[in-house]
């Protein structure tokens, strides 16, 4: 059951400690960030990927990642306290001393979802209050910069559905994420889910800003075909596992195969977004909304 109502801001007294980027109070505010999914595999392109993060995050601010489902391969974790925790997240990204905000992907079902929501009041890092939730930035802020909804887009129901509408439709962020492990449309070896593209694409249509996910392994940048919903799909499958083929498609703007992650920054004027590849090249770049032409 999805807990669109929970407060990331109750989770942090629950665990003495607040979350989120407390240097997005500044006035006016900025958010960074990074993202990625795909990223459980314990193996050295997942290490690599955490390097050039932990690199990215010395020179550039930091305040949170999110990542996009397809935790722990191949089939999840067993329990709170299953060795992967150590072996694929904690050890890995050691060097990133700030919160991680979670969806699960397909991967992740099949072991005990459950388990990485409960893994959730263990420490601080780890944050997946339930299969769905929301966040906003700043916290306890009447009209935040941004808010981020995070699905489980392997367990999306009608209930879900019709609480991610409310939610949308009452929200006062400037700017709107969705954030879940499969896309909407797909240039890769997934191709389109048409499933959540019923399901989605009436609820989030001039609703959201970008659609953050993972689920194909490869960096993509997929315009809506109809150019008349608004959001953006990015896809950022890249955080370790192996690397699919781009297909030709014309809603395409950018794509390449590479194992590396996304990095955002979120200001009242706009949101730009940028991939960086694990051997610290930097291939594209995006700004949204895009200025027009003269």
């Known amino acids: 059951m999805a807990l669109w ?35 459980g595999t314990g193996d050295e392109n997942q290490r690599l990927v955490a390097q050039a993060l932990a ?21 999840g974790v067993k329990s709170v306290t299953d060795p992967k925790w150590k072996n694929y997240f904690e050890t890995v990204y050691r060097a990133l001393n700030l919160p991680f905000y979670v969806a699960l992907g397909n991967h992740d079902h099949k072991g005990n979802a459950q388990a990485q929501i409960d893994y959730t009041g263990q ?42 509408k409310v939610d949308l439709e009452n929200s006062k962020a400037r700017w709107k994420i969705l954030a879940m492990h499969d896309p909407l449309y797909s240039n890769a070896k997934h191709g389109d889910s048409r499933s959540l593209k019923k399901a989605l694409i009436p609820i989030i249509c001039h609703q959201v800003d970008l659609v953050l996910s993972g689920h194909d392994h490869l960096f993509s940048h997929l315009k809506d075909p109809d150019d008349t919903c608004r959001f953006q799909q990015i896809v950022v499958g890249t955080g370790g596992k192996g690397l699919f083929k781009s297909k030709a498609d014309s809603r395409v703007r950018f794509a390449k195969s590479a194992f590396g992650f996304a990095y955002l920054v979120v200001k009242p004027t706009g949101i730009t977004l940028r991939f960086h590849e694990a051997d610290g090249s930097t291939p594209y770049s995006f700004s949204y909304p895009e200025k027009k032409k003269e």
Request: aromatic share 14%.
């Open 55 to 75: 690199r990215h995050c010395r020179v550039a601010r930091c305040d949170f990642g999110l990542l996009l489902g397809d935790n722990f391969y191949p089939r």
């Open 123 to 164: 420490q601080k890092r780890w944050t997946m209050p339930a299969h769905q939730f929301k966040i906003s930035f700043p916290q306890d802020s009447p009209n935040p910069l941004l808010e981020i909804f995070v699905i489980d887009s392997k367990n999306f129901n009608a209930p879900d559905g019709q609480q991610l």
């Open 5 to 39: 109502g929970f407060s990331v801001a109750l989770l942090a007294e629950a665990k003495q400690a607040k979350l989120g980027p407390a240097s997005a109070q500044v006035d006016p505010p900025e958010i960074h960030f990074f993202t990625f999914g795909d990223w």
